[in-house]
């Protein structure tokens, strides 16, 4: 597995913008396809974005569709979550998790199965 830090949360007012990033370490980076997931307090965790192990492919969450950008940089070994026009809604801790997987077919999401420890996005109205 990839081991993978979080980065990038905090307070935002409702319109604003925010950047997360994740960096990776140990296994090959470029290996894995990545994806953003959050959770809401009381609610299941729930899918956001994922990126092919290239970039050449991304996926969204119908509800973050026009507002999020997914990017990764294999130099760099981290993905990116770009958030723009931030809603309450939106208020979840965020993670980061990747799959390994050399396609530009998404993995399914439930085969991700290296996490991070999560950053928390509170966008207040």
């Known amino acids: 597995q990839v081991q993978l830090v979080e980065s990038g949360g905090g307070l935002v007012q409702a319109g604003g913008s925010l950047r997360l990033s994740c960096a990776a370490s140990g296994r090959t980076f470029s290996n894995y396809a990545m994806a953003w997931f959050r959770q809401a307090p009381g609610k299941a965790r729930e899918f956001v974005a994922a990126?092919?192990?290239?970039?050449?492919?991304?996926d969204y969450a119908d509800s973050v569709k026009g507002r999020f950008t997914i990017s990764r940089d294999n130099a760099k070994r981290t993905v990116y979550l770009q958030m723009i026009n931030l809603k309450p809604e939106d208020t979840a801790v965020y993670y980061c998790a990747g799959a390994r997987q050399r396609t530009q077919a998404m993995p399914a999401k439930t085969n991700f199965d290296s996490w991070g420890q999560g950053t928390q996005v509170t966008v207040s109205s």
């Open positions: 990126v092919s192990w290239n970039g050449g492919s991304t």
